[in-house]
């Protein structure tokens, strides 16, 4: 049984910087493309980004050039760097392995002065 744990959520200041992380348990993370998600209240849950098993990368409009995502298979941990934080960046942040629809249980993050 795969599952996956998102942690490193919290509460910063606009303008600040928070550090996610996605950790799989089990065997053959590096053969899963994996993602990030995010819902904020009231809306729907919106793709972030993306990283494939050969580390290519691909971003939503509204986080591009802001947030990074990155991937150790060695630690089977996935990662979502996010700078330059904006309130509406608030929302709790799911990473998903596509393969089998398998979802961690969410970190909250909340971005307020």
């Known amino acids: 049984q795969v599952e996956l744990v998102e942690s490193g959520g919290g509460s910063v200041q606009p303008g600040g910087s928070l550090r996610l992380s996605c950790v799989a348990s089990?065997?053959?993370?590096?053969?899963?493309?994996m993602d990030w998600y995010r819902q904020s209240p009231g809306k729907q849950r919106e793709w972030v980004a993306i990283?494939?098993?050969?580390?290519?990368?691909k971003y939503a409009a509204s986080v591009e050039g802001r947030f990074t995502i990155s991937r150790d298979n060695a630690k089977n941990t996935m990662y979502l760097q996010m700078n330059s934080l904006k309130p509406e960046d608030t929302a709790v942040y799911y990473c998903?392995?596509?393969?089998?629809?398998?979802w961690g249980q969410g970190t909250q993050v909340t971005v307020s002065s």
């Open positions: 998903k392995r596509p393969a089998g629809a398998l």
């Open positions: 990283i494939t098993t050969g580390g290519s990368t």
């Open positions: 089990g065997s053959d993370f590096s053969k899963y493309n």
